[in-house]
């Protein structure tokens, strides 16, 4: 992966091909949270490869060995490659261990997106948490990254290190979808 | 060489517009770009029985995209007033449209006698770098630009037929794409807003 990093193209442009993207999987889904399994997974492969390209670039010649260092990678050197700005914040839950969060204000690829009501709490940044989670497998990480709006708007990307095979086994979570009605409708129906 | 002069200038004037309306719009890096476009192709070649289909289903993309994109094309680039032939509109999308949604330039040749088809050709494809076909099949890669260019013509009442000719990822030097002016639309209502 040779080409000088700073090559730009449109915003706009990334944005109308990411709809096409999203537009595309809503034809195969049944519910939101599987929507944003598909993006995650489509990340997750491109977190692969990023990696290495960004360790190339910066000549890291070692691996991080420490889940704060590859998180602070991710959030800072590897955020800022790929869109353009670090990430707001990396915080350690205080709840669980094993539990971080990183904080987007404004993920790049929500910029132009608008959640329709009837998809409730999907969040398209899925894809960015894929990439995380993707990084974090290619820098040997077992790891679960999912993305969550944030209610003052932007992301919050929880991160899971380890595996969690009660997790795994679980099938994902069927919401179903409902055109959202006007009451006097729902209430003929 | 009389006539050229005029059009070479009209050539530069639109290669400022376009570095100028570059130069304004919000951008994004074009590797992460091209690894989700990547990524929307791999899946499509999962999906698909053939590599036809892949490449229809990225044309028809590309058109729903062309009838987006024009609107923020006529918005943000400086376009004042519609361009009087379709010569004028292939350079527009070549120097100018080009430029500023991919940030690389597409220069206009290959002009038949009566400027009914031309090319447009870009070097330097930012959706191809990194990115190797498997050999042997007639895969469109950037089909989805020709789909673009044909939405967003159509939006203008251009009916045109946009093609790939060339493609660096299929061992071409460089990589254009053929327009062929079909004819003029007709803007029409729809039935339901005729007056009865």
Not at chain 1, 170 to 188: F, I, Q
Not at chain 2, 80 to 97: Q, Y
Request: net charge negative; with cysteine.
């Amino acid at each position: 992966m040779g080409p000088p990093r700073d090559k730009q193209v449109a915003l706009s442009t990334f944005s109308y091909v990411f709809s096409e993207l999203v537009q595309y999987n809503m034809t195969k889904i049944r519910s939101s949270a599987e929507l944003e399994a598909n993006l995650e997974k489509l990340g997750k492969d491109l977190g692969k490869r990023v990696l290495d390209a960004l360790f190339h670039r910066d000549r890291l010649t070692k691996r991080e060995l420490t889940e704060v260092g590859i998180l602070q990678f991710i959030s800072t050197t590897a955020w800022k490659a790929l869109w353009g700005k670090a990430a707001d914040s990396l915080e350690r839950s205080t709840d669980r261990e094993d539990e971080y969060m990183i904080v987007d204000s404004a993920p790049l690829v929500n910029q132009f997106v608008s959640v329709p009501a009837n998809l409730g709490a999907l969040d398209c940044a899925a894809l960015m948490a894929g990439v995380v989670a993707g990084i974090l497998d290619g820098a040997y990480f077992a790891a679960k990254c999912t993305a969550h709006p944030r209610e003052e708007g932007g992301t919050v990307f929880l991160i899971r290190i380890g595996h969690d095979e009660a997790e795994e086994q679980k099938e994902p979570e069927l919401v179903e979808m409902r055109p959202v009605l006007p009451l006097a409708d729902r209430a003929l129906a | 060489m009389a006539q050229q002069t005029p059009t070479s200038n009209s050539v530069k004037a639109l290669r400022a517009r376009g570095d100028q309306v570059w130069a304004r719009m919000p951008k994004c890096n074009a590797e992460f770009f091209r690894l989700t476009y990547g990524a929307l192709v791999v899946q499509l070649v999962e999906d698909c029985d053939d590599i036809k289909e892949v490449n229809d289903k990225l044309l028809s993309m590309g058109v729903s995209i062309g009838t987006r994109i024009i609107d923020e094309f006529l918005a943000k680039s400086n376009q004042r007033e519609p361009c009087k032939s379709f010569e004028e509109t292939c350079e527009v999308v070549g120097r100018v449209a080009f430029k500023m949604f991919l940030g690389v330039e597409a220069d206009v040749r290959n002009w038949n006698e009566d400027k009914s088809r031309c090319s447009l050709v870009f070097p330097e494809n930012p959706l191809n770098e990194n990115v190797e076909l498997p050999p042997g099949k007639n895969f469109l890669y950037s089909n989805i630009i020709c789909g673009a260019i044909r939405g967003a013509l159509e939006q203008i009442l251009y009916k045109v037929d946009v093609y790939c000719i060339k493609d660096t990822l299929r061992g071409d030097d460089t990589n254009e794409i053929g327009i062929t002016f079909v004819s003029r639309l007709q803007a029409e209502m729809d039935d339901q807003y005729k007056e009865s």
